[in-house]
């Protein structure tokens, strides 16, 4: 029992760790292509970014097959809300979601109700983006 809550405790951390470190990354290299200008070969720097992003996080096969280019509608997308994805971060804290569900009595309430909370919000914006 010991060794199964201990279990979801390590995975429901490392989702949110996950999740919280993506956000990190997108949200540093869309401010930094921000400032890059509007000439062709700012653009060419700014698609060059954007692709070494999905670089660093390891899922070029998996990104080309749902995008055809790498820019900063795509990948912030991509690495956002993409139920295909399993590195976005809607599907983190959905992982992360579960694995505090299977243990719920034992975790404060406090600390599912804000996770569920963030789950729903995610869910909230995903539909409003998509739709």
């Given at each position: ?7 979801h ?5 490392r989702y949110?760790?996950?999740a919280e470190?993506?956000?990190?990354i ?5 401010h930094h292509?921000l400032g ?6 700012a653009?060419a720097?700014?698609?060059r970014?954007?692709?070494a992003l999905i670089?660093?996080?390891g ?13 900063e509608e ?9 139920l295909?994805n ?8 959905a ?12 975790i ?12 729903l919000?995610?869910q909230?914006?995903?539909?409003w983006?998509s739709?």
């Amino acid at each position: 029992m010991l060794s199964r809550t201990a279990d979801h405790l390590f995975w429901m951390s490392r989702y949110v760790e996950r999740a919280e470190d993506t956000a990190r990354i997108t949200d540093v290299n869309y401010h930094h292509t921000l400032g890059m200008g509007t000439s062709p070969e700012a653009e060419a720097r700014r698609v060059r970014h954007w692709e070494a992003l999905i670089a660093i996080v390891g899922n070029e096969q998996r990104f080309k097959s749902s995008y055809e280019e790498a820019n900063e509608e795509t990948v912030p997308t991509y690495l956002t809300f993409d139920l295909n994805n399993p590195n976005s971060i809607v599907s983190c804290v959905a992982r992360s979601r579960e694995q505090a569900r299977a243990m719920r009595h034992q975790i404060a309430s406090e600390m599912w109700e804000a996770l569920n909370r963030f789950y729903l919000e995610l869910q909230r914006q995903r539909a409003w983006t998509s739709g």
